[in-house]
């Protein structure tokens, strides 16, 4: 039998939401990656699952080379050296596309939907 959990149905690999949902989160406060990846758990789309912190670092770096953020290393006594990450003006402008590429998103699954359901009820 299929394990639906683990198939694309679940809605469990929307990758590439990540970035739009880090600008988000970096658009309210700077933030060290570590709690960047805490954050993301508790997106709805995430559902309280922690996501793959190595794959977010990857997404932070390429991101911070695109210049849609920047970091900067925050030493302290008190526990390791924690590196910050800052929404730049490139990544409000991004994350404003975003919104717009959303809301088609959205309307597009909206009508998607609701062509599958009328399938879906004809079949039965």
């Known amino acids: 039998m299929l394990d639906f959990n683990k198939c694309p149905c679940s809605g469990s690999n929307l990758d590439r939401l990540i970035q739009p949902l880090i600008l988000t989160i970096l658009a309210q406060k700077d933030?060290?990656?570590?709690?960047?990846?805490?954050?993301?758990?508790?997106?709805?789309?995430f559902n309280g699952q922690k996501p793959d912190a190595t794959g977010v670092y990857r997404f932070l770096k390429a991101m911070e080379q695109r210049g849609l953020v920047v970091s900067s290393w925050s030493l302290t006594d008190n526990g390791p050296a924690k590196r910050f990450f800052h929404i730049t003006n490139e990544g409000k402008e991004c994350l404003s596309h975003w919104i717009d590429t959303l809301e088609e998103y959205r309307q597009v699954i909206g009508m998607m939907l609701e062509e599958a359901r009328n399938v879906f009820d004809k079949v039965e």
């Open 31 to 45: 933030l060290y990656g570590y709690k960047i990846v805490l954050r993301i758990a508790e997106s709805p789309m």
